[in-house]
C-alpha cells in the first residue's frame, strides 16, 4: 500500500468510486466529454465542504485522461493574477496533445471588494476558451459571482449522509487491517456532518493502533485547535456543575444560533423527564430572545447571557447526571437551512436574469414575474424552451423551475 496520507492514498480514482454524487457526477462526465456541444464552457460545481466536488473533478480527468491544471482562486484572486495563471493555461496546448480541464477551486475566497475585477477578468476568459473550466464553490449565488452564474452550468453536489459516510470508513478500515466496532464506525460517520475528508482524517488519527472502539472516540483530537461541537455538548450534558459547563463552547467554533439548533436536535435524547426537558428549553428560548435584543440593540454585552443560558442553564436543569451513552447528532434543520437558503438563492439568479431582459428591478422580477414563468415551465414545455434561451438560463435553474 502506498504511504502518504489516507485522503490522498484513498482518493478516488475515476468517477464511479465518487460515493453518493451520482447525479452531480452524470452531469459532469457530460459536460467534459462533450464540451465540443456545450452552450456555455464553464461548469461551477457546489456543495458542502467535504463531499467530493474537486475529487471528483479529478477523478474525471484520470478517466478520461486529460491533464488537469488546478488553481486554488484563494491564492489567485485579483485581476492581474487571473489573468496571467488562468489566461496563460487557456492560451497553452496540453502535453502530448491530451484534453485539458481548467479547475478553480475554492472560488469562494474571491474577495467581491479586495479583489476587484478578478471575477470580470475570470468571466471574459471563460468566455473565449478553447477548454473546460470548472469552479469549486460552497455557495455559487452570491452577488459578486452573477456575472460567472451567466457564463457557467451548475452542478449541485449533495451533502453526504452518514451512512454514505460510513461505507467509505468501512473500506477504508478493511484495506489498512484495522480491527473496527461497527458502533463506534457509525458514530465517527454521523459525527462529521457529512463532511467525508473530515472523516477520513480523524479516522487516521484514531487508529494507530489498528484498532477503533467507541471509547477512542472520546479521545478525538482538536480539529483546527478548536473543540467540537460533540465535545460541547457532553460537557454540558453530562454535568450538572454550572462551572464545569460554563465554559463548554469557548472554543468551539460555531455562531450561537447553529448551538441552539444542537441544542434542540439531541436534548430529548439525553434529557428522558419531562420538567427537566421544560427547564431545559425555557433557557434555550432566553437564549434566543436575548439573541434577537442584540441584533435590534447591537448591544453585544447580551453574549455573556446567552452563553450562560445555553451552558449553565441547560446543565442545572435535570436533577441529576445522566450515565447512558447518548450518541448526539449534527440537526437537520442546519442542513434544511442551508438547503432552504440554495433554493432562495436560485430563485434571486433567475430573477436577476429576469430583471436584465425586462429591464426591471430584481424584486420586482422575483415577486411578479417568476411565479408565471414557474407555471409556464411546470405547464408548457414548447414555450418554455423559449423563454430558457431568450433568459440565457442554465440547466439547473431550468430544473428548479420544472420541479
Not at 477578468?121 to 460567472?148: G, Q, R
Not at 467507541?214 to 483530537?221: A, C, D, G, H, V
Request: hydrophobic residues 40%.
Amino acid at each position: 500500500m502506498n504511504g502518504g496520507p489516507w485522503v490522498k492514498r484513498y482518493e478516488p480514482k475515476s468517477l464511479k468510486e465518487i460515493e453518493g454524487q451520482e447525479k452531480g457526477v452524470a452531469r459532469l462526465r457530460d459536460f467534459v466529454a462533450n464540451f465540443s456541444k456545450q452552450k456555455k464552457k464553464a461548469l461551477i460545481v457546489y456543495g458542502p465542504v467535504g463531499c467530493g466536488k474537486s475529487t471528483a473533478v479529478k477523478g474525471l480527468a484520470n478517466e478520461l485522461n486529460c491533464e488537469l491544471l488546478e488553481i486554488n482562486a484563494s491564492d489567485t484572486r485579483n485581476a492581474e493574477a487571473i489573468e496571467s495563471i488562468v489566461g496563460n493555461a487557456l492560451k497553452q496546448k496540453s502535453f502530448f496533445f491530451q484534453g485539458k480541464i481548467i479547475m478553480l477551486d475554492e472560488i469562494d475566497g474571491i474577495s467581491g471588494q479586495e479583489d476587484r475585477g478578478g471575477v470580470s477578468v475570470l468571466a471574459k476568459l471563460i468566455e473565449n476558451s478553447f477548454y473546460p473550466i470548472i469552479m469549486i464553490a460552497n455557495n455559487p449565488f452570491d452577488k459578486k459571482f452573477s456575472e460567472l452564474r451567466t457564463r457557467s452550468e451548475l452542478v449541485e453536489f449533495e451533502l453526504l449522509n452518514s451512512l454514505q459516510v460510513f461505507n467509505v470508513l468501512k473500506k477504508i478500515c478493511e484495506k489498512e487491517n484495522i480491527e473496527f466496532d461497527e458502533m463506534a464506525l457509525k458514530m465517527l460517520a454521523r459525527m462529521v456532518g457529512g463532511d467525508l475528508r473530515a472523516a477520513i482524517n480523524d479516522l487516521e488519527g484514531l487508529t494507530t493502533g489498528k484498532k477503533l472502539t467507541k471509547e477512542m472516540l472520546e479521545n478525538l483530537s482538536e480539529r483546527e485547535k478548536t473543540e467540537s461541537v460533540i465535545q460541547g455538548l457532553t460537557k454540558v450534558f453530562k454535568t450538572t456543575d454550572p462551572l464545569v459547563a460554563i465554559d463548554a463552547f469557548e472554543r468551539v467554533d460555531e455562531d450561537k444560533d447553529k448551538l441552539i439548533l444542537w441544542l434542540d436536535e439531541n436534548l430529548p435524547k439525553e434529557y428522558t423527564k419531562p420538567h427537566e426537558l421544560a427547564k431545559a428549553y425555557h433557557y434555550l428560548s432566553l437564549a434566543d430572545i436575548f439573541g434577537k435584543r442584540i441584533m435590534r440593540r447591537q448591544d453585544w454585552r447580551y453574549l455573556v447571557y446567552i452563553n450562560s443560558f445555553l451552558t449553565a442553564g441547560v446543565a442545572v436543569s435535570k436533577d441529576k447526571k445522566y450515565d447512558n451513552f447518548v450518541s448526539y447528532r449534527p440537526t437537520t434543520r442546519i442542513l434544511k437551512l442551508w438547503q432552504a437558503n440554495m433554493r432562495y438563492q436560485k430563485r434571486k439568479a433567475i430573477a436577476e436574469k429576469i430583471a436584465l431582459k425586462t429591464h426591471c428591478s430584481a424584486k420586482k422580477a422575483l415577486q411578479g414575474t417568476l411565479p408565471y414563468l414557474k407555471v409556464i415551465f411546470e405547464k408548457n414545455k414548447k414555450d418554455a424552451k423559449g423563454l430558457a434561451d431568450f433568459l440565457d438560463l442554465s440547466k439547473e435553474e431550468v430544473g428548479w423551475l420544472e420541479a
